[in-house]
């Protein structure tokens, strides 16, 4: 089964995406930060992130695990517009907007690891 890569500061989001996936089985690993995440990235099928983090914007980890990888990421946000714009159509990024039911998370993370190439959620 496929590994996910958590990464949210908070604690609530990391368990309850842990769980939801746990649960569908799939490998998962959990991180609070953003340097963590691009030390783990190479060892997961999928990386979920949230946008604002301490260290990093999602835009400034989807630059660094682009210099290395193709990895699908999919950015979770409140503000689902300004991110994409500001991140942009790029290859194997894909969005959900926050609050998510865990169908739509459960969907976005198939489609992602299908290997679709620009995300039109």
Excluded at 11 to 27: P, S, T
Excluded at 56 to 64: A, S
Excluded at 92 to 112: G, L, R, W
């Amino acid at each position: 089964m496929a590994r996910v890569l958590i990464v949210d500061d908070q604690a609530g989001i990391r368990g309850m995406l842990k769980m939801l996936f746990q649960h569908l089985k799939y490998d998962v690993l959990v991180c609070d930060n953003a340097k963590e995440a691009l030390t783990l990235m190479h060892d997961v099928d999928v990386m979920i992130t949230d946008y604002l983090l301490p260290e990093l914007t999602g835009n400034e980890i989807v630059q660094k695990v682009r210099e290395e990888s193709q990895l699908p990421i999919v950015v979770m946000s409140g503000l689902i517009d300004e991110v994409r714009a500001k991140i942009g159509k790029t290859p194997h990024v894909f969005y959900i907007e926050k609050p998510f039911s865990i169908i739509d998370m459960e969907n976005i993370v198939k489609t992602a690891l299908a290997g679709c190439a620009i995300s039109e959620q």
